[in-house]
């Protein structure tokens, strides 16, 4: 299919700087475009890419002048990229309309209108699945749990028994929600367990990567706050509570009891210990280790974990550490010879 | 179910102060209880809530004056609400006793007797299930894999062949035991797959988190000690052996060959290097990168770690280190200026 | 089965030294090895277990004078002992040739000969599966994703649709290949999900460890390079290009778009921020965390990472610093007391 530029621009709302007619037919990268691609350039890092593409055609947000392909101006390229690929793009591949006979199907379960259970699903006894969800091959839905409307849940992800995904919820495969919280008391030296009898929430609009695990709580409830999204491997232990909106990227660990506020986004690989609150708009660096609360917009960085200025200036001062040690040793000397001196002096004054 | 305040606290060995006949019927966490609940204090952190909490009741290791709620007094708050728990809150949804149609079960597989076969769980020849055991939905078991008596595998964890799980064992959603340790020799450039011939051992009464993996031994085996404790996403690589009861939090990565003693504790996101040992009752504290062996009964702190209280200097100096880059820059001035008018002195007292 | 060490010798191409008629019926860790073990000495750490190991015999690499065992001199001992592992240790116990008959296989499927396709495996619409290849239970491959020839992919690794493998890729336990890259857009408050229409490809010979996650690309695709091998529980963010031969221990992090080139070692824990490259037969160590391009052959540490040798002179520098601010501090005073002295000097020589 070829679309001329400036019905790109129409769909999109936005408008053509350069050849309007040029045909397009592809998506891809400003390094992988060929003849006939249209690219776009979200991060400005790649700006000078422009100069360099085979793309026909460009997203960008402002019009620069002196590049080779036809540039479509839009308020937000990477929203635009996004609706896009949506309507032109591959369409997802889903398990069809109805129950795999494969599927193994509780008693009592509720299925709402034009769901799509794929082959060897199993739902528990008193499950509940909401209109137009989807359920890969191998998803395990436990007893009693439920499950919103429009939700897609990939193969192998899991929701343990009472837990509850809201609506247009995502798991990517393997995601485990509602895990036994990590808890022991200790008796004559052996860690017993302590049950785990609360439940996982999981509000709508949520999205959940691959292999990520929600731990259930301890008693009432995990839960992670709508529209969150949550990336692959992260760990959220018993009775965590997130806000909405928040971005928690991969392989970031919360310890239990910890509450997020809203519009928190914690960086990759970042470590919050438990039963603490992260303020509203907070943000946490990549690898950092945060061990107390931190306020609202807070910008923390460093393990253990300070205000971002703080740990420049620090990380400033380290550079400089070899040099200071080296100023420190000679100040050492020239002081231990002007002691001499004054001594000499002063044995010379009397 | 009402239950009262002193029929709570005979259950639990434990006494009142307050109210003995407080009727109570649920449980909740400090913040969130309300009239008719029964709470506790395990964390002395949150002590003050004792003071606002709307619970009816609360279980305490000691007594305080002038607080609303009943008070359960117990020698271990946390004990008491599990075994409280255990007794009247709500009971696992185990897969029924039996085998499910649904499930594929190998050539002179034995199965022990009241194991509950969820739907789709498979087993491979020659394996070995205990009594009591219970595999949810989609549990793999390979081939001449053993898992002992009273198991609770959830659904998708995996026993890789010849691995052996003890008794009272417990496998998250998502646990791997027994995939290959990563090895490799490095032959005319290319990376050389070394055969990983071993197994893993899970002894008696340990855990292991959700979507933890547990690599089997490139030869002999990969030993987790009995009642040892393993949190979600926890790597353990080929050949590591842990001693008994040991504490391993969520998201800890421990290299090939490492040996770990008996009570060992490592925090969230700690990484222990390979062919080291980490002594009894070893503590490591959370995103630590432990590189050399460590004595028993150390705590270690930091990437690369150190002892604790180094590590605390360390960051006390760290917090200092302005200040004394700027006090080394005025001392410079000052010796200076010292020489300067020292020079001139020595020149006047020729 | 018992081998004289001198046939061992033979098939592996090495000679004896000692006695060449010493019986073999065992493999073993130098530590743990019996009478009639055959043990190996590939880390030069462990040398002094020559003299106490109770082997029989040893693969080494250098012949040493003064030890009881027989010793097969072999150039790679670490390659032998997987040589010989292959030939005469435990076989893989593979589900059997053909298709079992709960696998779910769906239309229009291209099954290569002699593949294994073991109980409940699901197989996409339009999907390609290579000759010899062998599923594991509960494999899930996505509609028209392909799988080369000769792989091995273990329970619940699952190949989301359109995504591709090449021949001899291992696929450990719960691996998962094509999942969502984590994007969104800002509108409105909320996070619009932006379509990750693009695929993962593996390369040949590549291996991925146990419950690793590999997501797809926004468009275009997410490459892993031949050759490399990657552990267990590592994030590779959409776009995410690696060269081959590269070694990525567990629970790395590797942020969307970055480009690694070939023969890159990763070490346990590592970060790599997004949109960087990494040049060829760079190392990074155990939880670093790279925020910026390195050129090939750079060792990096720390987080930030510095060069190797930048860090460990700042190790060096750190470890010092308590002694320079005591140092700096007794400067003070001296300096102090010599501007006293001075002054009295200079109002003395008037």
Request: hydrophobic letters at 40%; one cysteine or more.
């Amino acid at each position: 299919m070829q679309i001329r530029a400036q019905d790109v621009a129409a769909f999109l709302g936005g408008s053509v700087v350069g050849d309007a007619d040029t045909l397009l037919s592809g998506i891809a990268g400003l390094n992988e475009a060929k003849t006939g691609d249209l690219s776009f350039l979200a991060n400005p890092k790649y700006g000078p890419m422009l100069a360099t593409t085979q793309a026909s055609a460009v997203l960008v947000a402002e019009a620069r002048e002196g590049i080779r392909p036809a540039q479509i101006v839009v308020a937000n390229p990477d929203l635009a990229f996004a609706k896009l690929v949506t309507a032109f793009g591959p369409k997802p591949i889903h398990p069809a309309v109805g129950v795999h006979p494969t599927a193994v199907i509780g008693e009592r379960v509720q299925l709402g209108a034009n769901v799509r259970i794929g082959p060897q699903v199993v739902i528990g006894d008193d499950a509940v699945i909401g209109d137009d969800t989807v359920l890969y091959p191998q998803v395990v839905i436990g007893a009693q749990a439920q499950v919103g409307a429009d939700c897609v849940l990939y193969a192998h992800a899991s929701v343990r028994e009472r837990c509850r995904l809201g609506s247009r919820v995502i798991l990517q495969p393997g995601a485990v929600i509602g895990s036994d919280g990590f808890g022991y008391a200790l008796q004559d030296g052996k860690h017993t367990k302590i049950p785990q009898v609360g439940i996982a929430v999981v509000e709508d609009d949520v999205e959940i990567g691959a292999n990520t695990t929600i731990d259930r709580a301890r008693f009432g409830k995990t839960r992670i706050g709508a529209g969150t999204k949550i990336d692959n491997l992260v760990q959220i232990a018993h009775n965590v509570e997130t806000g909405s909106h928040c971005i928690i990227v991969a392989q970031v660990g919360i310890a239990g009891s910890t509450r997020l506020g809203n519009y928190v986004t914690l960086g990759g690989q970042a470590g919050i210990t438990g039963h603490i609150t992260i303020g509203d708009q907070a943000s946490v660096t990549a690898q950092s280790g945060v061990s107390k609360s931190i306020p609202p917009k807070a910008i923390m960085r460093g393990s253990p974990a300070q205000e971002f200025k703080a740990f420049q200036a620090q990380e400033v001062h380290l550079r400089r550490l070899g040099t200071t040690q080296q100023t420190v040793k000679s100040l050492e000397q020239r002081v231990a010879e002007l002691e001499a001196l004054v001594k000499k002096l002063t044995e010379k004054a009397g």
